[in-house]
C-alpha cells in the first residue's frame, strides 16, 4: 500500500515543523527496521520492535491483552522481510509507525491488531483467509477494507473505486478509515523522494479527500498533521513565509497568551475550580488562515488557550468566571457542549480582550470531551460492542444490537449515511469521483426536524429538494412541497439548522421531478436521484419533463392539454370545463380580469328599495356574510364584505354607505381562490371537485406556474351558500392544493 514512501531524511519537501502536541518523540524508523532484521521474538516476550507501541496501548488500555499484536507483528514482519521502503529500511517500520500514531490516540488493540497487518493482504502472500483464520472476522474485514483494489483489473478507475470501497466498509466499521487515516499520515510524512508531480498528486487527493474525512470524524490530530503535510507540498513559498511568522514570534520576550493563561489560572484558582490552563499553538494552516483574515498578526493569533476540566458543569462555571473577571468578546462565544458538532464535537468558545486590544481565543471542554476533540471516533474503541465487553484482538465482529434492535453506533452520523445512500447511484467511477470531492467540500451540517420528530441531517445550504430526497429517496419524486416551520414554502427553499420541514407528498402516481430542481438540489443523492429520472424520461424535445406539466402556461398551450386530462378523468370534469366555455369564462387569462358583478337579487338597500343592488366582484358576498353598501354613480349601490380592502378606501373617499340586507333567496355567487403545488392533472381534479359538489363554474382563471406554485381563481354559481363551507374543503382535499380561500382583489372600487 505504500511500498514507495521515502525517508523523511531525503531531499524534497519534508514534515512542517509544527509545534507538537505529544510528548512521545516520532518513532526511530532506522532503530525499529534493525531490531525487525534480527527476527522474531520468543512467544515468551513481546519483540522489541513493538515496544513503543505497547508502551503507547497500555497508556490508553492499561488491562489490554497484548498476545494479539505480537502475533500480528510476527506475521507482518516475517511476511514483508526483504521488502524495503524506497528509502532503504526495511518496510516493516511503516506498519509499525502506522500503528503506533493509532495507538497515541487510543484506538483499541483489534484496531492495532489490523494496522499491523494491513499492507499483508496486498503487499505479500498472506491472504484474507489465513488473516481471518489467525485473528477473526473483525481484523480481517479491517484489513481487507484498506487494501487497495488492483490497477491491472480496474485502470484507471482503481483509485476512485479503492475509495468507494473503502467508504463502503467505513459505513460497517469506522476504524477501517482511522486506519487509512494513519496510513496516509505516515505516507505523507515520508514522501520527500517521490517526483515533484507524483508528490502534489498525492497532496490533492489528501486535501480532497482524506483531509475532509478526518473532519468528519473528528480525528483532528491526524487533520491538522495531514494540513501541513499538504500545505509544504502544494504551497510552499506561502509555507516558507507562514513558517518564519511562527519562528519569529516563538523567538519575542514577551508572550500575551502565557501572560492571559497566568490571569485565568489566577482567577479560576480564587473561585477554587479545578482546572488546567493551556497554551495550544495553531499549526500553520491555521495560522495563514488568521493571516489571510487579519493581515497583520499579533501574538495572541497564534495560538488559543485551552481549559481542561472534570465535569460538564465545571465548564460553565469556568465561562461564568472568566466573562466575570475579565473583559469577554461575546460575538465569539459558541456552546458545542449542549448543540455537538455533527463529528462529535464538544467544547465552548469563547474569547476575551484586554486593554490593550490584545484578544485571546478560548476553549472549554473536560478532559474526555478534549480526547474525542483529538482522536474523534478512535477515542471510541469499538463502537459496535455493548459497554460492558472488555476489547481484545479475537473473535468475530459484534454486531452491538441493543435490546430493542438499535444498533449502538455513534460513529454513524447523517453525512456517512448520505454519502453511503447516493455513492450506489453514482453511475460509473468518474461520477463518484468528483460528486465525493464535491460531497466533502459542503463542510458544516445542519440537523432538520420531521413533524414526527424524526431529524435529519443535511449539509449547510440544503433546500426542501434535499429533504425529500433524504427521507424518501427515489418516492420523493412525488414531492410536491412543504411547509417550513409550519408555513408554506418552495421545494428551493434553503433550510436552516433547527427548522421543522414537513414534505408534501403527491397521490398521482404520474408525479415527477422537475430539471428545475437541479438547480435547487444541494445534495449528490438529490442531484443523481433526479439526473437518472430525467435520462429516463426524456421529454419531447429530449431534455426531460419541464416543471408544472399539465397546468396552463401562457399562450394557452398548456390549457389545452389541462382539457385533454379533464377528459380523460371523467364525465364531470369534462362537464365542468365545458361549463367554463359555455358561460364564456376561459382557462387561462391575466389575473387582473375579474368577472362581472353579479346582479343582487338576494339582497336589497334599505333605505333605497328601487336602487340596483349588485355584489362586489372583488369580494363576492354571499348570503351570511357581514355586508356594507356604498352609493356609487348612477344611482346604484355596491355591496361589501366588510373585511373587504375596498370599504376603507371607499370610505376615505367620502362615499355614502347605505344600510343592506340579505333577502331569503340562499342561491349565491362567489370567487374562490385555490393555491396549489404544480403537478399533472391538477385541474382535471379540481374542476372534478367543484362538479361534484353541485356548482357551477362561471369562469375560470389559472395564472402561469410561479416557483412550482400555481393560483387558480374560480366564479362559481351556487344553489345554496350553506354549501360553501363543503365546497371549499372538497378543493383542499384535492392533492397538492394546500389554502382555498374566498377572493380579496385589490381592485379599485366600483365607481
Given amino acids: 500500500m505504500s511500498a514507495e514512501a521515502t525517508n523523511p531524511a531525503s531531499p524534497g519537501p519534508v514534515a512542517p515543523a509544527a509545534p507538537r502536541r505529544r510528548s512521545r518523540p516520532r518513532i526511530d524508523l532506522r532503530r525499529l527496521g534493525r531490531a525487525a532484521l534480527l527476527g522474531s521474538a520468543s512467544r515468551d516476550r513481546l519483540p522489541d520492535a513493538i515496544g513503543h507501541v505497547v508502551e503507547a496501548h497500555r497508556a490508553h488500555h492499561p488491562d489490554a491483552d497484548l498476545e494479539p499484536l505480537r502475533r500480528a507483528y510476527v506475521l507482518a514482519e516475517s511476511s514483508h522481510r526483504g521488502q524495503m521502503r524506497k528509502s532503504g529500511e526495511p518496510y516493516i517500520t511503516h506498519p509499525l509507525a502506522v500503528t503506533l500514531i493509532l495507538a497515541e490516540l487510543g484506538a483499541e488493540t483489534t484496531t492495532l491488531t489490523a494496522s499491523l497487518l494491513h499492507d499483508t493482504v496486498e503487499d505479500t502472500d498472506v491472504t484474507l483467509d489465513q488473516v481471518r483464520e489467525q485473528f477473526g472476522e473483525e481484523v480481517r474485514y479491517l484489513v481487507d477494507g484498506v487494501t487497495k483494489l488492483e490497477k491491472v483489473d480496474y485502470g484507471a478507475a482503481a483509485e476512485p473505486e479503492t475509495f468507494r470501497k473503502m467508504l463502503v466498509a467505513t459505513g460497517n466499521d469506522v476504524r477501517v478509515m482511522s486506519i487509512k487515516l494513519a496510513d496516509r499520515l505516515h505516507n505523507m510524512r515520508t514522501l520527500g523522494v517521490m517526483r515533484p508531480e507524483k508528490q502534489a498528486r498525492i497532496a490533492k487527493v489528501t486535501r480532497d479527500v482524506l483531509i475532509p474525512l478526518a473532519e468528519r470524524l473528528g480525528v483532528q490530530a491526524l487533520k491538522t498533521e495531514l494540513e501541513d503535510l499538504v500545505f509544504a507540498i502544494l504551497h510552499p513559498e506561502e509555507y516558507e513565509h507562514t513558517r518564519e511568522l511562527i519562528a519569529d514570534n516563538a523567538s519575542r520576550a514577551d508572550d500575551p497568551l502565557t501572560e492571559f493563561a497566568d490571569a485565568m489560572r489566577a482567577v479560576l484558582r480564587d473561585a477554587d ?46 465561562l461564568g468566571e472568566l466573562h466575570t473577571c475579565m473583559t469577554p468578546v461575546v ?9 455537538p458538532k455533527f463529528n462529535l464535537y464538544q467544547s465552548l468558545h469563547t474569547a476575551v480582550a484586554r486593554e490593550d486590544g490584545q484578544v485571546a481565543e478560548v476553549l472549554i471542554r473536560t478532559h474526555q470531551m478534549h480526547k474525542v476533540a483529538e482522536a474523534g471516533v478512535v477515542a471510541l474503541g469499538n463502537p459496535y460492542a455493548p459497554p460492558a465487553e472488555e476489547q481484545g484482538g479475537e473473535g468475530g465482529q459484534n454486531d452491538g444490537d441493543t435490546a430493542d434492535g438499535e444498533r449502538v453506533d455513534p460513529t454513524r452520523p447523517g453525512w456517512l449515511s448520505r454519502l453511503l445512500d447516493w455513492q450506489e447511484a453514482a453511475p460509473d467511477p468518474d461520477t463518484f469521483w468528483s460528486t465525493l470531492r464535491e460531497d466533502l467540500a459542503q463542510d458544516r451540517e445542519i440537523t432538520v426536524y420531521r413533524p414526527d420528530g424524526g431529524a435529519l441531517g443535511l449539509p449547510e445550504g440544503a433546500t426542501c429538494v434535499d429533504a425529500a430526497y433524504a427521507q424518501y429517496g427515489e418516492d420523493a419524486h412525488a414531492c410536491i ?34 430539471r428545475e430542481w437541479l438547480e435547487h438540489a444541494h445534495t449528490p443523492a438529490a442531484r ?32 389545452g392539454d389541462a382539457t385533454d386530462a379533464g377528459e380523460t378523468a371523467g364525465g364531470a370534469a369534462a362537464d365542468a370545463i365545458e361549463a367554463v366555455r359555455a358561460a364564456g369564462g376561459v382557462l387561462a387569462r391575466p389575473a387582473a380580469e375579474h368577472p362581472a358583478p353579479w346582479p343582487g337579487a338576494a339582497i336589497t338597500a334599505v333605505d333605497r328599495p328601487r336602487a340596483s343592488v349588485r355584489l362586489a366582484g372583488c369580494c ?21 364584505r366588510v373585511e373587504c380592502a375596498a370599504v376603507s378606501r371607499m370610505t376615505n373617499a367620502g362615499r355614502a354607505q347605505v344600510d343592506v340586507r340579505w333577502g331569503d333567496t340562499t342561491e349565491c355567487r362567489v370567487t374562490l381562490v385555490a393555491e396549489s403545488f404544480g403537478r399533472p392533472h391538477l385541474l382535471a381534479d379540481l374542476t372534478e371537485a367543484i362538479a361534484l359538489e353541485g356548482a357551477e363554474i362561471v369562469s375560470a382563471t389559472v395564472e402561469p406556474p410561479s416557483q412550482q406554485r400555481v393560483r387558480h381563481t374560480y366564479t362559481l354559481q351556487l344553489p345554496d351558500a350553506a354549501h360553501l363551507p363543503t365546497l371549499m ?23
Avoid at 348570503?623 to 356604498?630: L, M, N, R, Y
Avoid at 378543493?731 to 394546500?738: A, H, I, L, S, T
Fill in 273 to 318: 475550580i479545578q482546572a488546567d490552563v493551556l497554551i495550544r499553538p495553531r499549526h500553520f494552516v491555521s495560522v495563514h488562515r488568521v493571516a489571510r483574515k487579519r493581515g497583520r498578526l499579533r501574538g495572541c493569533d497564534f495560538g488559543r488557550l485551552l481549559v481542561l476540566v472534570n465535569e460538564d458543569a465545571d465548564c460553565y462555571a469556568v
Fill in 331 to 339: 460575538s465569539e462565544f459558541k456552546d458545542f457542549i449542549a448543540v
Fill in 481 to 514: 412541497g412543504a411547509r417550513v416551520n409550519g408555513r408554506l414554502a418552495t421545494l428551493s427553499t434553503v433550510l436552516r439548522d433547527g427548522d421543522t420541514v414537513q414534505l408534501l407528498m403527491g397521490q398521482d402516481p404520474a408525479s415527477e421531478p422537475s
Fill in 528 to 559: 443523481i436521484a433526479i439526473q437518472r429520472w430525467l435520462a429516463t424520461h426524456p421529454g419531447p424535445d429530449g431534455a426531460g419533463a419541464e416543471p408544472g406539466g399539465g397546468i396552463a402556461e401562457p399562450g394557452g398551450g398548456a390549457a
Fill in 620 to 640: 363576492t358576498p354571499v348570503p351570511s356574510d357581514e355586508v356594507i353598501g356604498f352609493a356609487v354613480r348612477g344611482g346604484a349601490v355596491t355591496v361589501h
Fill in 729 to 751: 374543503r372538497a378543493m383542499r382535499n384535492v392533492p397538492g392544493v394546500y389554502d382555498v380561500s374566498r377572493a380579496q382583489h385589490h381592485a379599485a372600487p366600483t365607481p
